[in-house]
């Protein structure tokens, strides 16, 4: 039973939709309205507050859930439904899949990097380039959930995903630490085929017309590359979300929550980010746990892996492997 279809909470879809615009707006419209150079400090404060207000809306849609299923025949009608009990599993749903939405967003970070790097996207502009593409990520993570929730109700599709989980985390885990280049990227080279692109970077300019022929700069390059790199990335974690709830309500407000945040990280992190060189190896293990739950650990425990281990295993994972990035990095510069 999905306790928040679509059809009954589409004015919740909505007003959620609204307020993400309106951050958005208020975001690039006044605090980046001119390019600069996201500090460590500014940088830090805006993460703090994007994972605070991800944490007040959790409790409120805890107690907005615990009101809900109190007062309403959907759920007052059905026998040993509990509100309270329910209300809580809801809400820790939400925070188990923003956690592991914003563990996963660590290998995005690390794409960040690498691209803005290869196109010399200088650091005043690197803001405007993710502002438009965790919009785009946005559109795109929308459309994959609604998708989803349609096809994850089928179990061979939810025993096919769960396996590529597994298949992405082993892979990502045998990896390595280094960071690949581009220069011989399949898209890179697609898309300097497709578009005529001017060599130098023209202020915040995504197009630029030069005796009458548009071109296209190294950051609207760097732009379309990453919105095809996240889409990449939304068919590990979009799937790693729906195996933690069934809800698409709690598995689109989690992910779209992790996602605004992502840019104030990538600025926090950008400059310390070759001292977690193996976090890769949490992330990976995260992919491989939340696999099994789908093809093995949800039908032992009779459909539904306890979210309160679920959310303590990610949580000891990712926090085992910063742990040992801060040691070896440590080491690394006594030798």
């Keep these: 039973m999905i306790l928040f279809p679509m059809h009954d909470y589409w004015w919740f879809y909505l007003g959620f939709l609204v307020f993400v615009l309106a951050v958005l707006a208020l975001d690039l419209g006044v605090f980046h309205k001119k390019a ?21 809306f959790n409790y409120l849609f805890y107690l907005y859930a615990q009101f809900r299923f109190s007062t309403h025949e959907r759920y007052t009608s059905i026998i040993g ?9 809801s809400a820790l749903e939400f925070l188990t899949g923003f956690v592991v939405e914003k563990c996963l967003a660590i290998d995005n970070i690390f794409i960040f990097a690498v691209v803005f790097a290869y196109f010399g ?51 990502m885990f045998f990896a390595g630490t280094e960071l690949q280049s581009l220069e011989n990227n399949f898209i890179i080279r697609q898309l300097k085929k497709v578009f005529r692109v001017h060599p130098q970077i023209e202020g915040q300019h995504f197009f630029i017309k030069k005796e009458g ?41 989690s992910n779209i929550f992790a996602i605004l945040g992502l840019r104030s990280m990538y600025f926090m992190l950008a ?22 739950k789908m093809v093995w650990l949800n039908g032992v425990y009779d459909g539904k892996f306890p979210i309160t281990w679920s959310l303590a295993i990610i949580g000891i994972l990712i926090s085992s492997s910063i742990l040992a990035s801060i040691i070896i990095d440590r080491r690394k510069q006594v030798n």
Aim: hydrophobic content about 60%; aromatic content about 16%; overall charge positive.
């Design 213 to 253: 022929l548009l071109y296209v700069t190294p950051l609207f390059l760097a732009l379309i590359f990453l919105e095809l790199s996240d889409i990449i990335f939304a068919v590990d974690s979009i799937p790693a979300i729906f195996a933690l709830t069934k809800e698409p309500l709690i598995v689109f407000t």
């Design 81 to 89: 439904f509990n509100p309270e009990i329910q209300a809580k599993a």
């Design 271 to 292: 400059g310390v980010m070759d001292r977690f060189g193996y976090i890769k190896y949490g992330l990976a293990a995260v992919l491989i746990f939340v696999g099994l």
């Design 121 to 171: 996207i200088p650091k005043k502009y690197q803001h405007r380039i993710l502002f438009w593409g965790i919009l785009g990520a946005l559109i795109f993570r929308g459309i994959f959930i609604a998708m989803g929730s349609v096809l994850m109700q089928y179990h061979w599709v939810v025993i096919f995903f769960g396996a590529l989980l597994i298949i992405t985390g082993f892979k």
């Design 36 to 56: 600069h150079e996201v500090s460590f400090k500014e940088a830090s404060i805006w993460t703090t507050i994007w994972i605070s207000t991800a944490l007040v």
